[in-house]
C-alpha cells in the first residue's frame, strides 16, 4: 500500500509538472489573447482588449491602425472603424511599460476583428535614458553583414553593458542594399544586445516590382520589422517614426509624406503632452528642401513641444542641421555605419563608420557626440595640411590650401562649438569654418584616387571642415575643440596616410 501511494504520488507530481511546462510555453504564444468580452459599438470592426501580464486593463494606451487613433477605456478596450489600406494595429508604447521592437504591432487579418496586447510594467526609472541612432547598415551580402555585427554592434555592445543607464536604438534606414532576403538576418544582428532597437525604413529596403513602372513596395520590410508609421514613449519623450520615401517608380524616388500620414501624425501627437519632447525620425533628411511634399505640414504639427529633434540618414555624411522654416528645430543628419558602402573604415565626408549617443534627461538632450567604431569617444578630429595632395593611381585630391594652412576635420561639429589652435601649449587664436571647402581632400584621395569608386556612386559632402594660418609648422600643433556641452576634444596628430581609412586604429 505503501508502495503504491508512493507511486501514485510520483505520477501525479510529473502530471503536475508537465502541465507547468504547457502553460509555461503556453504563456508565450503571440498574439496574446484574453477572455475579457467585448462588445463594440455599431461599425466598430477593429478592436481589443490591453492588459498587464496579469490581466489588468490598462487604460490611457493610444492604439492605431496607422490612420486614425483611440484610446483604451477604463476597461482597457480600444475600438475604432478600421481604414481599408490599413495593414497592422499597434499602439503606441506607454512609458511607464516596457518597449519591445516585435511586440507593439499586429498584422491586420481579413477574417479578423478583435487584437488583444499585453503590457509588461517597467520596473525601472527612465527620466534618463541613451539613445543610439545608427545610420544606414546598408549591407549587400554576408561579408558585409558580418562587418555590421562585428564591428558597429560589436561597439555598441560594449556602450550598452558599461552604461549605468537603460539604452534605446533608433536605426535610421537602409538596413540593407536592394537585398531583401538579408532583412531577417539584419533583424537578428541588430537585436542582439540588450538595447531595444527601433527601425525605419530606407529607399534601398524598399523593393521593386516586375513592371518597373511601378513604385517600389515595403512588404518584405514590414514583414520583418512591422508598420512604416508608428510612434513609442520613453520618460518624457515621444518617439514617432515616419517613411518619408516616395517613389513613383523601380528606381525613382524622392522624401516626403502622404496626406495621411499627416492626418495620422495629427491625432498622435493630440495625445501627447506639450511638456514632452519629440524625437521624429526617418530616412531622407528635410532640411529646408521646398521639394518635399508635406514638409511644411508635418513640421508645423511638431510646433509648441517642449523640445524638438529631427533624426536622418541616408547621406553617408555627418551634417547637423538647423532647419529655419516653417519652425526652427535641430536635424540631426547621421553619417552610416557602413560609411561609403563598406569600402573602407569611413565616410565620403571622412567621418568615420559609426553612431551617435545622446544622453536624454526629463524632456531635453543634456548631451550628445559621434562615437567612432573601435575609437574612444573622444576622437572627433582628423587633422591635415591644407596643400597635401592625397590620391593614387586613379587620380590625386586637395584642399586646395597653402602650406601653413592647418585643417581639421571636425565632423560633429556645429555653430555652437568652438575650435582652438595652440602652438608648444601656447594659445594662438581660433579655427573658421571653410565655407569654400565642401569636400574632405583625405576621403576622395582614398576612395576615388586609390579605390577608384566613381563620384555619382559616393557622398563626398562636406560642412565641417575648419582652417587656421598657423605661424610655424614645424611646432607641436594641438586643436582643441570644445562642444556646446563644454565637453572638450583634442587633436595633435597629423594625418597624411591611408592607414585609417584602410582599417581602423
Known amino acids: 500500500m505503501k508502495n503504491f501511494n508512493r507511486s501514485k504520488l510520483f505520477l501525479i507530481i510529473c502530471i503536475a509538472f508537465l502541465g507547468f511546462i504547457v502553460v509555461s510555453c503556453n504563456k508565450n504564444t503571440d498574439p496574446v489573447s484574453y ?43 480600444y475600438q475604432m472603424k478600421r481604414n481599408t489600406n ?12 516596457k518597449a519591445d521592437p516585435s511586440a507593439f504591432y ?44 562585428n564591428e558597429t554592434m560589436v561597439d555598441i555592445k560594449a556602450f550598452v553593458d558599461s552604461s549605468a543607464y537603460p539604452s534605446y536604438g533608433l536605426s535610421l534606414g537602409d538596413m540593407v ?34 513592371d518597373t513602372t511601378k513604385p517600389r513596395n515595403s512588404l518584405v520590410f514590414c514583414s520583418t520589422f512591422g508598420p512604416l508609421n508608428y510612434s513609442f514613449n520613453r520618460g518624457n519623450v515621444h518617439f514617432v517614426c515616419l517613411d518619408d520615401i516616395l517613389y513613383s517608380g523601380a528606381s525613382v524616388y524622392d522624401g516626403g509624406f502622404s496626406d495621411s500620414q499627416v492626418e495620422w501624425l495629427k491625432e498622435d501627437l493630440s495625445y501627447v503632452p506639450k511638456t514632452d519632447m519629440v524625437i521624429v525620425y526617418y530616412h531622407i533628411p528635410l532640411r529646408n528642401t521646398t521639394s518635399i511634399v508635406n514638409r511644411n505640414n508635418i513640421l508645423n504639427l511638431l510646433n509648441g513641444f517642449a523640445e524638438v529633434h529631427l533624426m536622418a540618414g541616408h547621406t553617408h555624411y555627418t551634417q547637423n542641421y538647423s532647419v529655419t522654416t516653417p519652425i526652427s528645430v535641430y536635424e540631426h543628419i547621421h553619417g552610416a555605419a557602413c560609411g561609403a558602402w563598406w569600402h573602407s573604415t569611413i565616410n565620403g565626408d571622412g567621418t568615420p563608420n559609426g553612431f551617435a549617443v545622446y544622453s536624454i534627461s526629463g524632456n531635453t538632450i543634456k548631451n550628445w557626440y559621434y562615437k567612432s567604431v573601435h575609437y574612444d569617444k573622444n576622437f572627433q578630429i582628423r587633422l591635415h595640411w591644407g596643400n597635401v595632395k592625397f590620391g593614387g593611381t586613379c587620380g590625386y585630391y586637395s584642399y586646395g590650401q597653402t602650406q601653413n594652412t ?10 555652437k562649438w568652438t575650435v582652438n589652435v595652440y602652438e608648444n601649449g601656447v594659445l594662438k587664436g581660433s579655427m573658421t569654418r571653410a565655407s569654400s571647402v565642401k569636400t574632405d581632400a583625405w576621403s576622395q584621395g582614398y576612395h576615388i584616387g586609390v579605390l577608384g569608386l566613381t563620384t555619382t556612386g559616393y557622398s563626398e559632402y ?44
Not at 531577417?184 to 525605419?200: G, L
Request: with cysteine; charged share 15%.
Open 35 to 77: 477572455s475579457v468580452s467585448i462588445h463594440p459599438q455599431a461599425g466598430m470592426d477593429l478592436y481589443g482588449f490591453i492588459g498587464d501580464v496579469n490581466g489588468n486593463p490598462v487604460k490611457g494606451v493610444v492604439v492605431s491602425d496607422g490612420y486614425t487613433c483611440a484610446l483604451t477605456d477604463s476597461a482597457g478596450v
Open 86 to 97: 490599413a495593414d497592422f494595429v499597434f499602439y503606441s508604447i506607454p512609458a511607464s511599460y
Open 106 to 149: 499586429q498584422k491586420l487579418a481579413s477574417n479578423s476583428q478583435r487584437y488583444d496586447f499585453s503590457l509588461e510594467k517597467s520596473t525601472v526609472d527612465e527620466t534618463n535614458f541613451n539613445l543610439l541612432c545608427i545610420g544606414d547598415p546598408q549591407v549587400t551580402s554576408t561579408t558585409q553583414v558580418n562587418r555590421f555585427k
Open 177 to 210: 542594399g536592394d537585398k531583401p532576403t538579408l532583412q531577417a538576418t539584419m533583424k537578428t544582428v541588430i537585436s542582439s544586445t540588450k538595447m531595444p532597437v527601433f527601425v525605419t525604413v530606407g529607399n534601398h529596403d524598399k523593393v521593386a516590382y516586375a
Open 406 to 415: 592647418l585643417i581639421a576635420n571636425i565632423w560633429n561639429a556645429d555653430s
Open 462 to 505: 562636406t560642412n565641417h571642415v575648419y582652417l587656421y594660418q598657423v605661424s610655424d609648422p614645424t611646432v607641436k600643433i594641438t586643436v582643441e575643440a570644445i562642444d556646446e556641452f563644454g565637453n572638450k576634444y583634442t587633436q595633435s596628430a597629423i594625418t597624411s596616410d591611408f592607414s585609417t581609412a584602410e582599417a581602423y586604429q
